[in-house]
């Protein structure tokens, strides 16, 4: 929810380095704050200890950062769990990309979890640094590993920044890059466009510049456009978890306390408001997209039982501050289908968060 931690300045050739090990440093900051949230017991989560390095000695941030990645992780989790429940409805395995997954313990949790058996691929991508990290972290921890199958049923890849399991591939790569230049030879075989497929961006395309976080989403339309039978075509959804609207006296504090620690938000200039941000999905003519900020998700979209657990685990006084920050982050999710019946069509048109029928106060 807030800048990574300051890093050193360079000069000259190491500028671009300096910021892409910036932009890496947030994924840190959330992994930190994940495990927070977790051991003040707002969320429960026992795959995210093992990869924080020394994760017993740190310590938890304070209520607002942990308020706001509960609120981040429950309307992303809402929003996953029901794609895997309509993909189950409609006797489909699944597919889902992780687009800058960093730290990110979702394919443990839906693998071990009620519907981990409609999961038929899950792909991360993310900077080498961060595969090495991650893969060398998976080898190590045995509740890792042990969710990925058999011992010899795991491979690591590319000098160890790859590795990949029967349903698990962690793949390195800059996202930068032009999709046609990677993707094809990465996941192009593998990713089928006859399935379901979810993409997942938590706070990646606004470190992104428009042209090349459009391109990227363009690939994946183009990719599930190429079905030979029109009759075997599928649904192609979305999730982005972003900051944006900064252009008011917040969100200027913010891109300078950024820019102090050289990070730089390239695509947040064309999403100014919540009513701004679908067209990342509607440009590329989804079927439907919708976005709401994490102030509304909280206020709407969490039952008041469980507002009211949350409030009982720690003393929360900064709640303006904590409403302004949430109404300059948003998630926005959409959905292209590429199939013909309208049944189906339908019924994918359903996905999307709910409000919670209304519990009594008393």
């Known amino acids: 929810m807030f800048p990574p931690s300051r890093q050193p300045k360079k000069l000259g050739g190491e500028r671009t380095q300096d910021a892409d090990s910036a932009v890496r440093q947030t994924d840190t900051d959330a992994a930190l704050a994940r495990l927070s949230t977790v051991k003040k017991g707002y969320l429960e989560d026992p795959f995210v200890a093992h990869l924080v390095p020394r ?8 209520p607002l950062i942990n308020v706001g990645t509960y609120v981040r992780s429950k309307s992303i989790d809402s929003l996953v769990e029901q794609w895997l429940e309509l993909s189950q409805r409609q006797n489909k395995s699944c597919q889902i990309v992780s ?19 409609t999961l038929k691929t899950y792909f991360e991508l993310d900077f080498p640094d961060v595969t ?23 491979t690591i890849g590319q000098g160890g920044t790859a590795l990949h399991s029967s349903r698990y591939h962690l793949l390195p790569c800059d996202l930068r890059h032009p999709s046609s230049s990677f993707l094809p030879s990465m996941i192009g075989e593998i990713l089928s ?44 959804g979305a999730i982005v978890y ?15 306390n950024l820019r102090s620690r050289n990070v730089s938000l390239l695509g947040a200039t064309p999403y100014p ?3 701004s941000l679908p067209a990342r999905f509607t440009q590329h003519e989804f079927t439907f997209s919708k976005a709401l900020t994490l102030r509304e998700v909280r206020e ?3 039952s008041y039982s469980e507002l009211e657990r949350i409030s009982s685990l720690e003393m929360l006084d900064e709640v303006e501050e904590l409403n302004l920050v949430l109404e300059h982050y948003a998630i926005t999710w959409g959905a292209k289908t590429f199939m013909p019946s309208e049944t189906s069509r339908s019924s994918w048109g ?10 009594s106060k008393d």
């Not at 994760?55 to 304070?62: D, S």
């Not at 359903?350 to 519990?359: D, E, M, S, T």
Request: contains cysteine; neutral net charge.
């Open 55 to 62: 994760a017993q000695f740190q310590p938890t941030r304070p």
């Open 99 to 117: 687009l800058g997954a960093g730290s990110d313990t979702r394919f443990w949790r839906i693998a071990t979890g009620p519907h981990g058996d």
């Open 132 to 154: 090495t990290k991650k893969a060398m972290a998976i080898r190590k921890s045995k509740e890792l590993s042990v969710v990925l199958g058999p011992p010899d049923r795991i």
């Open 193 to 236: 466009p006859s399935l379901p497929t979810l993409l997942l961006f938590e706070c990646v395309l606004v470190y992104m510049s428009p042209q090349a976080s459009s391109a990227l989403i363009e690939w994946f339309v183009s990719h599930f456009a190429s079905t030979p039978d029109p009759s075997d075509g599928s649904v192609l």
């Open 242 to 256: 972003e900051m944006f609207g900064l252009q008011d006296a917040f969100g200027q504090v913010m891109m300078n």
């Open 273 to 275: 408001t919540v009513e």
């Open 300 to 302: 709407k979209y969490i």
């Open 350 to 359: 359903q996905w999307g968060l709910k409000v919670p029928p209304a519990a």
